[in-house]
């Protein structure tokens, strides 16, 4: 533990102290080459003007390159390979996206990552709206926004083991550590394997990511409805508004744009879905997605490069429409800045 700690700072002082040197050495360099103090006339502004275009690049330089190495190659050998045999021997052409198409566990891959897409957003975003009106109007709004939002600090795979032991079976007569199992034996019910009934277990495993996630929805849209004007309620309220006419007819219309962004990186987040369904069943009793269908067919069973592939790049052309639009509501709401 005391090993990976010491890693882990030094790591960060060597990553912070590398940034800093770099930009430093960088400036000290450009004003060297092309030096402003000392030269006089023509030469001094030729310089600045030099040094004002290339500056820019000494700071976005590194993120490109890094960019470069670990986004769009990957990007482009992930296509490539789609278009490749199980050990990237041979081109396939289509093969493997008429195979994806046409898998069953594939498609049944799709239809629970809908039943995500359709159930994880809008929860989120829903109870994120209703807890950010509602703690807004209590003297300890402040204690529940942190605790709610305390979840998203931790890892999926952390939130994962956490909600084990929420559903937690043991055989049948012993007594039930599992806290929801606890409940239904206490009031004389049955206790269940629940991470293990079709259909249901997807449900299951949505409420950890919906318990993760509520916290960044109301946290974003709490924000949103502070920049409301307090004429606007104020005045809604002396023209006889109701609390529920107020939230539906003048706030929501205000914070529109901020709760599509919310529910559209939620829906980007539920598209990639992994670690949950990983820790909590492994994709058995009819609970896979599409990300870890990838990672079985990428690096189990003998991989098979060419259909892993193929499923990430499904993933990402899903994902793309819901970025590009997320963007241009952010550019819209910033005044295209």
């Known amino acids: 533990m005391a090993t990976q700690l010491f890693s882990a700072i030094l790591v960060i002082i060597i990553g912070v102290g590398g940034c800093v040197a770099y930009f430093w050495g960088a400036n000290k360099a450009l004003d060297l080459v092309f030096p402003s103090r000392g030269v006089s006339g023509a030469a001094a502004i030729d310089n600045l003007r030099r040094q004002g275009v290339i500056r ?21 050998a ?20 008429a195979w994806a198409f046409g898998d069953r566990e ?33 003297w300890w709004g402040t204690i529940a926004k942190s605790l709610i939002f305390l979840p998203l600090a931790i890892s999926f795979v952390g939130a994962s083991v956490i909600w084990k032991f929420v559903y937690e079976y043991k055989g049948e007569g012993q007594t039930q550590i599992g ?31 919906i318990w993760i996630q509520t916290g960044f929805a109301m946290v974003i849209l709490s924000s949103a409805l502070r920049g409301i004007p307090e004429e606007t309620i104020e ?3 002396i023209d006889g508004a109701t609390p529920f006419q107020i ?16 529910w559209t990186t939620i829906t980007i987040l539920v598209l ?66």
């Open 106 to 138: 594939f498609l049944n891959s799709i239809v629970n990552n809908l039943w995500w897409l359709i159930v994880v957003p809008a929860a989120c975003t829903f109870l994120g709206l209703v807890i950010a009106v509602l703690t807004d109007k209590i």
């Open 272 to 337: 990639k879905v992994f670690d949950i369904v990983l820790t909590m069943t492994n994709g058995q009793w009819n609970s896979q997605v599409l990300a870890n269908l990838m990672f079985d067919w990428m690096f189990r069973g003998g991989g098979d490069f060419g259909r892993g592939a193929t499923i990430a790049i499904i993933i990402m052309i899903a994902v793309l429409p819901i970025m590009i639009w997320n963007i241009r509501q952010a550019n819209k709401e910033t005044g295209g800045h």
């Open 235 to 237: 005045a809604a309220v």
């Open 56 to 76: 820019p690049w000494l700071f976005i330089g590194p993120a490109l390159i890094i960019m470069t190495i670990y986004l769009i190659y990957p990007v482009v």
């Open 78 to 97: 992930t296509l490539i390979l789609s278009f490749r045999d199980k050990g990237d021997d041979h081109f396939v052409g289509f093969a493997n996206y």
């Open 247 to 262: 939230f539906w007819k003048i706030m929501i219309p205000q914070i529109w744009g901020t709760i599509m962004v919310v």
């Open 179 to 209: 806290i929801l199992n606890a409940i239904i034996q206490g009031l004389g019910g049955e206790p269940q394997v629940w991470i293990s009934l079709p259909f249901w277990n997807n449900f299951f495993l949505m409420i950890i990511l």
